[in-house]
């Protein structure tokens, strides 16, 4: 895949949403660990987890990153540098209103939380303001959310397939010829920061 030499529009990204599942942990890391605390936009994570655990990820991730990591919470009124977990077991979905839902409605795909659901409804609230990130995971929740992203204006972005821990997920999304820009894992924040803030990748 060829990637598209892209410059900062006129409408400003605002939001990121990302993706991912087995791997994750270690992705995310990398990714959010290589943003400024100070970024004009506000990342919400769909990660696959155990679905009747108390999941610990948000702690572990606010160690490893100058955001701030929280899980999310109905009716969060989200901010800027902050980063919004999904909670196990809950879809996450992003209001036009700049606040968070959460819904236990059926499994898409097997899964819940469901990136493609998080992607839909960021493209629909966000329009050409959103990025979507598809990170290491089996299987390939997300693939329709980065053709809803498309569709609306806005940025894809897909851990490249070699970089993944497990590439199914990434792949799955490239696949649909709706991603801007594959990248390394390594390479990924340095990208969001150029769209976010400016200059061209």
């Known amino acids: 895949m060829v990637n598209r030499t892209i410059e900062r529009g006129a409408t400003p990204y605002e939001i990121i949403a990302i993706a991912s599942s087995a791997g994750g ?3 995310l890391s990398k990714v959010l660990n290589g943003l400024p605390s100070n970024l004009p936009a506000v990342i919400v ?4 987890l155990a679905p009747h655990h108390r999941s610990m990820m948000a ?3 606010n160690k490893r ?5 929280k899980q999310a919470e109905a009716k969060d009124r989200i901010k800027h540098g902050t980063v919004y977990i999904a909670p196990p077991d809950h879809h996450l979905l992003v209001e036009a209103d700049q606040t968070l839902t959460l819904t236990q409605t059926e499994l898409v795909h097997f899964v819940r939380p469901s990136a493609d659901l998080l992607f839909e409804s960021v493209a629909g609230s966000y329009k050409e ?3 979507a990130v598809v990170l290491t995971g089996s299987g390939h929740d997300g693939s329709m959310g980065c ?3 498309q569709k609306m204006g806005g940025m894809v972005i897909a851990q490249s397939g070699l970089s993944a821990e497990f590439s199914s997920m990434p792949t799955s999304a490239i ?4 991603v801007d820009l594959e990248l390394d894992l390594e390479d990924i924040s340095a990208a969001l920061i150029k769209l976010v803030i400016g200059n061209k990748i």
Do not use: F, S
């Open 25 to 27: 942990l270690h992705a």
């Open 45 to 48: 994570v769909v990660q696959h």
């Open 59 to 61: 702690e572990i991730l």
């Open 65 to 69: 990153t100058n955001l701030i990591v």
């Open 129 to 131: 303001k959103a990025i």
């Open 147 to 149: 053709e809803a992203i």
């Open 175 to 178: 696949a649909t010829n709706c």
